[in-house]
Structure formats: structure tokens, C-alpha cells
């Protein structure tokens, strides 16, 4: 729920940005001229037909005034954006909180890891072998269970065989992500082929 | 100038200085206050990194933040020591009754003998 809440202030606040961006860059280029001229705020008044909207909406307002269904309908909308506004409070200010690979849970207590600490270990561990040129870790821990999942990349020396450099990584990394508790992902790219210098 | 007045520490405060101990006592980790420096307990004047402590009911709950030294020793171990040393202090201290969940986490991984400078 908070991560849906995060990403739709995430969201909302962009969006924001945006048209404020382009309100006040429209406001600032019909602010040149004075009067009735081209780049005026009443020659942009009439193209966005300020006119017609408050003709249209005058009415409207005049029956929100009034009892009946549409001060029925204002309230409900005041009342959706007032849960609106609280849910993107939260999803703005509720701090984020890093999950942490847990390795050990028992009587004593918890023993966890932090992701990258973990990346970085098991990524260490992938470049022993001489034929991996690079590799890229991503630890994805479970929720609240013990262990979770660890995707390598490896970037291999193209005169190595491919499952000599997958064998090779795995059995350098596997001891360490078996103490994890991880289950390990591994693929394998060759390096991407310099241009040439003619 | 008024002398400063000494107050008896608490039982949160004792058991944080037991647990900046028990770290320091173990070769392959450092204690580390994290990035913001969340992770720390308030001693005084000072600040024990890596040491948070917990009310969790009676008890307090203490959690350890550390780097280990690469290549890591079997995490497990150096949590089962890290448990041991810091529950054997609080009994020599009276303070057993008192100790909770110890829980510990890796924070980083660093080389070996730069265990207070996180890469």
C-alpha cells in the first residue's frame, strides 16, 4: 500500500511540476505586450475562452450554493480529495525503509545483511576466475521470509567457453550464497566488440 | 562554572557500552554508524556507533551494526560471537535479566584491517 502511495506522489508531484512549469512559462511570454496586444494575459484568457468556462461554470456554482445533488456531489469530491491529499502526505513523508537480506532468524535474534553489502561480496567472489571481465550483482531478499534471490551478470573474456565461465562463477560464489541463503541466477554476455581505429 | 553532575547511567546505556565492547573485541568487524549516521546510541557526550537499544517490554533489544572484513568468516559464527561475548558481559554486569533479542547486521563489507572505512 505505501509503495503504491509512494509512487503515486511520485507521480502526481511530476505531474505538478510540469503544468506549473508550463502555466507560468505561458504566463510569462503573454505578460510582454499590455492591453489587447498578441502576447497579452487577455489575449490568453481569450484562447484558453476564459469566457466560455466561466459562463459554463457559473451556473454549476450557483446550484453548489443550494442544497441538492450537486452540493451532494462537491462534498463527496471535497471528501475524496481531502483522503487523496492525506494518502500523498504519507506517501511523501513516510520514510523509506531499506530491505535487509536476512540471513539467520532465531531465539537469539536476527542476523541480516544489507543488499548491497551482500551484492558486493558475492560480486567479489564472481570475478575470481580470471575469465570474468566484469560482473554486475543484484540481491533481491524476500519480504519478511530468510533468504531471497541474487541475479549475476558476467561479462567473460571471448576466448573463454561460455559454461566454463558460468562454472567457474558459480563455484566461486555458491559457498557464500549458500550462507546467505541465496539461489543464485547467473548469465553470461561477452564483451561488447571495440569499434575499430582504421 | 557549575560542575557538570555525573548521572548514573541506565540500563540502556550500560548494555550499548557492553555491546560497543563485544565489536571491538572481535578482529574481522568494525561498528559503523551507517551512511546518515542513523545507527548510533547516545552516551553522554558521546555516541556509541553501531549500537542501537531497544525497550522491547522488560527487556532491551540491542542491535549491532558492523562491517566485516573481506573475505568474511562464516556470518553465523561471527554473530553467534558477537551474541556470546556481549550476553557474557551483561551477566558478569548483572544485566542478563535485562538483555533481549541481540540482533546483528552487516552493513558493509570492506578490506581487511579497514573495517572503520566503509567502501
Known sequence: ?198 | MPERVQRPASGRVLLARLAERAIAAQDAVGATAGRDGRWVTADGDRLIDGVVVVAAGRRLDVELHVVAEWPPEPLQQLAARLRGELELSASYCGLSDQLGDVDVAIDDVCERGDTGVVR
Not at chain 1, 510582454?32 to 459562463?55: F, I, K, P
Not at chain 1, 459554463?56 to 480529495?81: C, Q, R
Not at chain 1, 492525506?86 to 520514510?95: E, S
Not at chain 1, 558486493?120 to 570475478?127: E, N
Open chain 1, 1 to 198: 500500500m505505501i509503495l503504491i502511495l509512494r509512487a503515486l506522489a511520485a507521480l502526481i508531484g511530476l505531474l505538478l511540476l510540469i503544468v506549473v512549469a508550463a502555466a507560468g512559462l505561458a504566463a510569462a511570454i503573454f505578460s510582454l505586450q499590455a492591453g489587447d496586444g498578441t502576447l497579452s494575459l487577455s489575449q490568453l484568457a481569450s484562447l484558453l475562452s476564459l469566457h466560455g468556462v466561466r459562463d459554463s461554470v457559473s451556473g454549476w456554482l450557483t446550484g453548489l450554493e443550494a442544497d441538492g445533488p450537486v452540493a451532494v456531489v462537491a462534498a463527496l469530491s471535497g471528501a475524496g480529495a481531502v483522503l487523496l491529499g492525506l494518502g500523498l502526505l504519507i506517501g511523501a513523508l513516510v520514510p523509506r525503509r531499506e530491505r535487509l537480506l536476512i540471513i539467520e532468524r532465531s531465539a537469539q535474534g536476527v542476523l541480516s545483511a544489507k543488499r548491497r553489502a551482500a551484492a558486493s561480496a558475492l560480486g567479489d567472489l564472481v570475478q575470481q576466475p580470471r575469465v570474468v571481465l566484469a560482473a554486475k550483482v543484484r540481491v533481491l531478499p524476500r519480504r519478511r521470509a530468510i533468504g531471497g534471490r541474487a541475479r549475476v551478470k558476467l561479462v567473460h573474456a571471448q576466448t573463454a567457453e561460455a559454461s566454463r565461465v558460468l562454472a567457474a562463477a558459480r563455484g566461486a560464489s555458491e559457498p557464500l550464497a549458500e550462507q546467505l541463503s541465496l539461489r543464485l541466477r547467473t548469465r553470461r554476455r561477452a564483451p561488447r566488440r571495440a569499434p575499430r581505429v582504421s
